[in-house]
DNA sequence: TCTATTAATCGTAATATTGCAATGTAATAA
DNA sequence: TTATTACATTGCAATATTACGATTAATAGA
């Protein structure tokens, strides 16, 4: 199969499960954590910062700007790419409403 | 391939890719949720909770131990399953960290 | 115009994931 | 002892993901 079942799940299920999804792999954290360092657009580096080759990381952009998560602006030849302020915080919310739901203090287990 | 290259990244990036994995599929956001929600161990009922076939639902209960988000007893001939809750939050720090990173304020895209 | 530079896209191979039927296993019930 | 019940494991088919060489597209500069 390979096929998620997405139909019998809520909305904000598989929304999560997107978001969660496009963080599931290290090139894609280190990008983001390489854009929010940087505090600026990356035009053109990144290639040489992850040490993944030029058609790998232009694949692992395009799935993040697919989401939202980051903005390119052409700029000449190459490609200025940041984060999505509004987005991220979008995202940033549903997902740390997800991960800090209360944890029953009676133990069962 | 579909073999990431781990080794290229650093530990940190790759726990975050792996636990942002796990919640990378509905079905196991679903799980998660459902043992907030009961507020104590689930014994059985999770395969007439969520909507799949109950080897699924067991390989995705795998591979939530596997990462130690839940824990799982034995109760006669059915398991309870609960989250775990230290290595939940030791998890939620990992990643709150990682989404709360600051935005730069200076627009540049 | 020609050429270099940069990044996107295409094509493809290797591997991973998802889902479930069939089967195995372990504990309880009759 | 023999079901029965609850869950795990196995095996497999369908699909997805990852990575990259080759190519293409677009712009800048000579």
Redesign the interface.
């Known amino acids: 199969m390979g096929l ?3 139909e ?3 909305d904000q ?2 929304q ?3 978001f ?11 990008i ?2 390489y854009l ?1 360092k940087l ?3 990356v035009c053109g580096d990144l290639v040489d910062e ?3 080759a030029q058609p790998t990381i232009s694949q692992h952009l395009k799935e993040l700007k697919l989401l939202g998560l980051i ?3 052409v700029e000449g030849t190459s490609v ?4 999505h ?1 509004e987005n ?2 979008k ?2 919310e549903l ?2 409403q ?7 203090t ?1 133990n ?2």
Chains 1, 2 share one sequence.
């Open positions: 998620s079942k997405t019998i799940f809520t299920q598989n999560i499960a997107l969660a999804k496009v963080f599931g792999h290290p090139a894609r954290v280190a983001l954590e929010f505090n600026t657009c992850i040490g993944l903005k390119g602006n200025c790419y940041c984060i302020k991220w915080t995202m940033k997902m740390v997800f991960l800090d739901q209360d944890i029953n009676t069962c287990c």
